[in-house]
């Protein structure tokens, strides 16, 4: 089993900056992909962004060029570093992980951001 803990949600003013951090614990060598989704309010689940073991990013369009995700194996950590922010970007963040077989989702961090 993998364990997924988030942190550095909060609120901040559009135009901001936030990083957000999520360590994972238990057997995270079975652990290629790791990312982040988020859930705005009346909102299906959407991926924001993806990082392989390999360090092969993916993001969606709404946050090219805004937000960049980082991977640090030593520590088993993904970030989600995200300047520029907008109302839209309000959400609860997931941090995901994806083994061969099974997926892990942390329990979410509060991201506001007040315009």
């Known amino acids: 089993q993998v364990q997924l803990v988030e942190s550095g949600g909060g609120l901040v003013q559009a135009g901001g900056s936030l990083r957000l951090s999520c360590a994972a614990s238990?057997?995270?060598?079975?652990?290629?992909?790791m990312g982040w989704y988020r859930q705005a309010p009346g909102k299906q689940r959407e991926l924001v962004a993806i990082?392989?073991?390999?360090?092969?990013?993916n993001y969606a369009d709404s946050v090219k060029g805004r937000f960049t995700i980082s991977r640090d194996n030593a520590k088993n950590s993904v970030y989600l570093q995200m300047n520029t922010l907008k109302s839209e970007d309000t959400g609860v963040y997931y941090c995901?992980?994806?083994?061969?077989?099974?997926?892990?989702w942390g329990q979410g961090t509060q991201v506001t951001v007040s315009s």
């Open positions: 995901h992980g994806r083994s061969r077989l099974l997926v892990y």
């Open positions: 238990g057997s995270v060598s079975s652990i290629n992909d």
């Open positions: 990082i392989s073991s390999g360090g092969n990013t």
